[in-house]
């Protein structure tokens, strides 16, 4: 046994060394022979352009019945309707079917109603808005135009795009004018806990960090919106407010209850993300949908009421229409975000725009002085301090770095009088857009026209999530950073505690801090643990990445994306650990800093599939008062699902992820040629897709193609017929 033990040491290959390429006696399946040589690709040459237009959709394949649409598929149903006399029956209704839309009607029979208000004449005159910024639908480009020009084009244009047309234009996000508010807070027609500013736990932000919501659009037949959902599990209201020449919208939505099916559907049948806004579904993909879809056409004073995470398309029919549009967010709708939406928009790198973590701190700051205020406060108080609390723990969970004094905080985190860092300068990550509320990491260097170092806090920023992927700035020179002392937020969760103790007779409370914290988890402490890897193994030579199931795909990769596993006598990298083995890079970095051993990383590569199995029901349902899932799991099952992802700023110096297999980068908006659309017709279009905006791909790496999880890209037909 000895002497068998010292031959298999002396030919045993060192590790990180190059690996013979013979092969296994087994054949690899295609799926994943073309995921390793994805991963093994030079990434300089997956660059190419896709076609930038495409057949616009036309609503005439909708016919006129609202009843005939909907009967053309039992899939199909209609949203409910309640008379505007009969705004107490929405709670009722919403109540009955939680997540389902709604639709407010006859607001503009309200004795309240301002039809001049709301006409185009006024907005014209009165309401100081000289020009707006109007999309082409053939071209998807954007345009500031003069208001006077944009309303004398779209009602010379036919209410159906017709051949030869190369310019349609819908005037998307207007601003609203000053007294658009003010009559939907005062005049009575919306009900009061609808109105913008009515139940909307945005307005607990600083003023100055409120986004705005409110938004008017403006245009005619065969204009529209494509498919996509509101920002981070908002409330949606759009209510129509003019309309000449038989004007409508019509409107396809799903339940909130089927948010994770839908994203599903859209990313392995249709080859789209929905959160891109990229794709028009036409109505036979909805028909063969695998949930129900909601529709109606919504008329003058109609108030359409979009239930969080609800995806919705709209097409607009007929003459000109405008609508007033706005969101609100709920406590539910921000832990939705928190749980649900927010790790999802890192990967697809959707901006985040609403600052959840930023509303629920400072929506809990308000909380505890309600309660001081109040000496006690209420019964409200109390349940919202119990839905808080959680949520609050777990964003310093993932905030947390240890040792707490180590990282260096920015100046401006103390400006608020109560030094609590309230009034902290608030940033976002230019990769994926996501809000920074408290840690990131920054490199001064990687700046757009910056000659020298620029002061902290101005510099390139990545948030800890991407940073844990492996997304950083060009040069890999990153700090990490945060936005205001640790003590700070220990103290809110002390008052906060406090706070509910006085209020709330609940039997269970939230757990002590330090039981939290004390588990490895958190995902800047992962993010600071890739820091210390990149640091230490940066003057390393490359190393070897060892596929076992075949050493033909054995590959070279830097340093410190290797982890080494003792005993198995070999090293994988994060991308063949995460589609081999289902272990996330956070996950790895904990498991594998355990014990010099390397035995608990050893077991958790080896057990993490199951762990991810048993999670997947769960994650899908994606319901709040259903038992959170596996954090770990979560992230491996969106790493590993979404690998093509959009950076909020192409302009940046930037380097992609190990999981970001497909990067698509938006250009400019030049030299677009219009394409023709086709004559109207009654039939359901073939190929209704939305025209993409200009842009270049670059394709990083993409493993959509044939794999049991990942369907494939949206434009893998594109790429096997133009590279050569």
């Known amino acids: 046994m000895e002497h068998k033990r010292k031959s298999l040491l002396a030919t045993q290959v060192k590790w990180g060394a190059p690996v013979g390429s013979a092969g296994s006696a087994s054949t690899p399946s295609d799926a994943a022979s073309r995921l390793d040589a994805l991963i093994m690709a030079d990434p300089e040459k997956r660059v190419i352009r896709i076609p930038r237009i495409r057949p616009p959709f036309s609503a005439a394949a909708f016919g006129s019945s609202l009843d005939e649409l909907i009967a053309s598929s039992p899939n199909f149903k209609a949203v409910p309707r309640v008379q505007y006399t009969s705004n107490s029956d929405v709670n009722v209704r919403q109540s009955a079917q939680p997540g389902v839309p709604v639709v407010v009607e006859g607001l503009h029979n309200h004795p309240s109603w301002n ?53 349609r234009l819908y005037g998307k996000d207007v601003p609203c004018p000053a007294k658009y508010r003010k009559f939907l807070h005062e005049a009575g027609v919306v009900d009061p806990s609808m109105a913008p500013d009515g139940q909307n736990l945005l307005k607990n932000l600083p003023k100055n960090e409120q ?19 509101d920002l981070c599990a908002s409330q949606g209201h759009n209510l129509m407010t003019y309309t000449e020449n038989d004007g409508s919208s019509w409107w396809f939505m799903t339940a909130s209850a089927n948010a994770w099916a839908v994203r599903d559907y859209f990313h392995r049948v249709l080859k789209n993300d929905l959160d891109h806004e990229s794709h028009i579904v036409t109505l036979d993909e909805l028909r063969k949908a695998p949930f129900p879809v909601y529709i109606t056409k919504q008329k003058l004073g109609d108030l359409v009421l979009v239930p969080p995470r609800s995806a919705h398309q709209v097409v607009n029919a007929g003459g000109l229409t405008i609508k007033t549009s706005w969101s609100r967010m709920t406590l539910d709708g921000l832990a939705l975000a928190l749980r649900y939406e927010l790790p999802l928009y890192r990967r697809v790198c959707r901006t985040e725009t609403y600052r959840v973590k930023s ?94 170092p620029v002061p902290k806090g101005t510099g390139f920023h990545i948030c800890p999530g991407c940073y844990t992927e492996g997304r950083s700035c060009e040069c890999s020179s990153m700090s990490p950073l945060l936005c205001r002392p640790w003590k700070a937020l220990v103290d809110v969760r002390k008052a906060a505690m406090s706070a509910l103790l006085q209020v709330s007779t609940a039997t269970s409370v939230p757990r002590q801090l330090k039981e939290l914290l004390s588990k490895k988890k958190g995902i800047f402490r992962a993010a600071l643990l890739l820091l210390k890897r990149r640091t230490e193994l940066a003057g390393d030579s490359s190393k070897h990445c060892t596929v076992a199931r075949d050493t033909a795909f054995n590959h070279e990769e830097a340093a410190f994306q290797l982890l080494r596993c003792k005993p198995c006598h070999s090293a994988m990298c994060f991308a063949h650990a995460l589609h081999e083995r289902y272990i996330h890079s956070t996950n790895a970095l904990f498991a594998h800093t355990e014990d010099e ?62 999981y970001d297999f497909t990067v698509t980068i938006t250009e400019s908006d030049t030299d677009v040629e219009a394409v023709a659309p086709p004559p109207a017709s009654t039939m359901v279009p073939s190929a209704p897709q939305l025209p993409p905006p200009p842009r270049k791909v670059r394709y990083i790496l993409d493993y959509c193609r044939g794999s049991a999880d990942v369907a494939t890209t949206p434009n893998e037909t594109h790429r096997q017929s133009r590279v050569q």
């Open 211 to 229: 986004p705005e919501t409110l938004m008017c659009y403006l245009g005619v037949g065969d204009t529209f919106t494509p498919a996509h959902t």
């Open 359 to 452: 509303t629920i701190y400072h929506t809990l700051l308000r909380t505890i002085d309600d309660v001081k205020a109040n000496k006690g406060g209420s019964k409200e108080s109390g349940k919202n301090l119990l839905k808080l609390l959680p949520l609050f723990d777990l964003m310093l969970v993932d905030e947390y770095a240890e040792p707490t004094d180590k990282v260096t905080v920015l100046p401006s985190a103390d400006d608020s009088e109560d030094g609590d860092g309230s009034n902290s300068t608030q940033f976002t990550c230019d990769f994926c857009g996501a809000d920074i509320w408290q840690a990131f990491f920054e490199c001064r260097n990687c700046v757009s026209g910056a000659r020298k």
């Open 115 to 167: 039809t001049e208000l709301f006409s185009p004449d006024w907005l014209l005159d009165k309401s100081g808005i000289a020009a707006i910024s109007a999309r082409n639908v053939h071209t998807r480009t954007d345009q500031e135009i003069p208001l006077v020009e944009f309303l004398a084009k779209t009602r010379a244009m036919s209410h159906l795009a017709v051949g030869g047309e190369q310019e």
């Open 597 to 658: 051993t390397h035995d608990v990383f050893h077991k958790a590569h080896r057990t993490c599939r199951i762990t991810y199995e048993q999670s997947l029901p769960l994650l899908k349902k994606e319901e709040l008062r259903s038992p959170f899932p596996d954090p770990f799991a979560q992230l491996a099952c969106l790493a590993r699902t979404y690998t093509t992802c959009r950076p909020v700023a192409p302009q940046l110096k930037w380097k992609s992820g190990f």
